[in-house]
């Protein structure tokens, strides 16, 4: 079938007085082309109008497409039962001409973006081998959108947390940020709403005011809007995780670090340059990080158990001894544990990645030989004193001793009573608590009052001790 333009010549040179013999000739066509050109007149390329074997089935084949779900293998196997003549090319064709189940396409467009003006963030789960073992691990990346240089790392579970920890090392390998950042409607980010309706986490809003850029998010199902992160991860999955080993996932992000330092001074043909070229001209257009970025740490409150640890994400670390049963501030970093006594920094140790369930302790936490278990039984300065005055307390102190209530509180009231007490009415209440197995110091503090109230407050002549009273029958 002859072209538009080829039929506009046919015309133009019949018009001029060629002939139809010349015409062919000059073209390259045949005579009866030329002919049914000029017996058309028209210089427009006539449709051919050819009867579709669908269309007599048309409403047969839109209601088998909706009750097959868009299968047209089943819609093809159904009128096939019954009894329609069609194969399953023209079946396709017929749906593919008339856009049956399918949206009319929609032109792409293009987003331009100016130096420093947006980063893109997002995860992706992939699998890494580490020490041998296939693991899940969750990828972090971040784009910067003009130059496109790529940050990645990777963690076992990305929480608002590691999301925290993830932005300040891109700001920080970056030397700066853009002025906001492009999520994907992320829970870690997300408080409520979608798209340009979208509230960050307070937590997160006052985290982005501080390195200086804000939030914002696409519309649901508008992935191309990120495109720029979102194609990088079958490139990392494909490329940087393909075929490699890691030792630990430190390992897995010092080589992922050292892999983004590659790709970036990798050119490109789309670009005309490579990513680090490119970021030469836009690290001026950043906004400057402040003087003091501080580390992101979360914040824990822990008491230190009987056994001298703390718990931390199922991970139990060491405090100093002595701090046993206080109440202590633990800062979690990304891979730091830093244990605080109010103010003051008594215990760090490195936080572990891989095994959840491990305990990690200092020697130095535990109490040095002589001082631990056994310490118990070694005599108080104030115990000294008590027996050097009063040897008779021997008997009544190992009582107490034995049902556990020798603290040193209870030791420096026995001294005090035999300090300030008669020796006699103290001898005879201490005889009397041990006759009864009484080792409460307040109840004997009371007994030896009892007996010493007459000798230090004499009663008035009218006062009745006894505890019942007689009945006055006046």
């Known amino acids: 079938m002859l072209d538009q333009k080829t039929r506009s010549a046919i015309l133009r040179l019949h018009e001029e007085g060629h002939g139809a013999r010349p015409i062919a000739h000059a073209l390259g066509v045949s005579r009866g082309a030329v002919k049914a050109v ?101 990828t972090a990346s971040a784009v910067l959108a003009y130059s496109t240089m790529v940050f990645i790392q990777c963690y076992p579970r990305f929480t608002r947390f590691a999301c925290k920890t993830f932005l300040t090392d891109t700001a920080l390998n970056f030397e700066g940020v853009c002025e906001r950042c492009m999520i994907d409607n992320t829970h870690v980010v997300v408080l409520a709403g979608s798209g340009r309706s979208m509230v960050p986490v307070p937590e997160m809003a006052a985290f982005s005011d501080r390195l200086g850029f804000h939030f914002v998010a696409h519309e649901i199902g508008d992935a191309n809007r990120s495109a720029k992160v979102e194609r990088r991860f079958d490139y990392i999955d494909n490329n940087f995780l393909a075929g490699r080993e890691f030792d630990d996932w430190r390992d897995l992000n010092q080589q992922a670090r050292g892999w983004c330092d590659k790709v970036n001074a990798t050119p490109r043909r789309a670009l005309h340059a490579s990513p680090r070229e490119l970021f030469a001209a836009e690290r001026h257009a950043l906004k400057p990080l402040p003087i003091h970025v501080p580390e992101v740490y979360q914040l824990h409150h822990r008491i230190v158990d009987g056994e001298g640890f703390v718990n931390v994400q199922r991970v139990r670390y060491s405090a100093p001894w002595r701090l046993i049963g206080r109440q202590l501030e633990v800062r979690e970093t990304r891979d730091r544990i830093e244990i605080f006594d109010g103010p003051r920094l008594v215990a760090e140790h490195p936080r572990p990645l891989e095994d959840l369930t491990q305990r990690v302790s200092g020697p130095s936490h535990r109490p040095p030989r002589g001082e631990g278990v056994f310490a118990r039984h070694r005599v108080s300065p104030e115990e000294t004193r008590l027996l050097e005055r009063a040897p008779h307390v021997a008997d009544y102190l190992a009582l107490m001793k034995a049902r556990g209530r020798a603290s040193v509180r209870s030791i420096r009231a026995l001294l005090r009573m035999v300090d300030e007490y008669p020796r006699d009415a103290f001898a005879a209440a201490l005889d009397e608590a041990a006759r009864f197995g009484m080792t409460d110091t307040d109840r004997l503090d009371r007994m030896v009052l009892q007996r010493i109230a007459g000798d230090f407050f004499p009663p008035p002549a009218d006062f009745d001790d006894s505890p019942y009273p007689e009945d006055n029958d006046d």
């Open 38 to 138: 000029l017996a058309s007149g028209a210089e427009a390329v006539p449709r051919i109008e050819r009867p579709e074997l669908a269309e007599p089935h048309r409403d047969a084949i839109v209601d088998l497409y909706k009750s097959c779900k868009g299968n047209l293998v089943r819609v093809h196997e159904e009128l096939t039962k019954g009894n329609v003549t069609l194969s399953y090319q023209a079946l396709t064709a017929f749906c593919r001409r008339h856009r049956l189940g399918k949206a009319p396409p929609v032109p792409a467009g293009r987003y331009e973006f100016g130096p420093g003006v947006e980063m893109q963030h997002d995860t992706s789960p992939h699998f890494a081998k580490i020490a041998g073992r296939r693991v899940a691990i969750q």
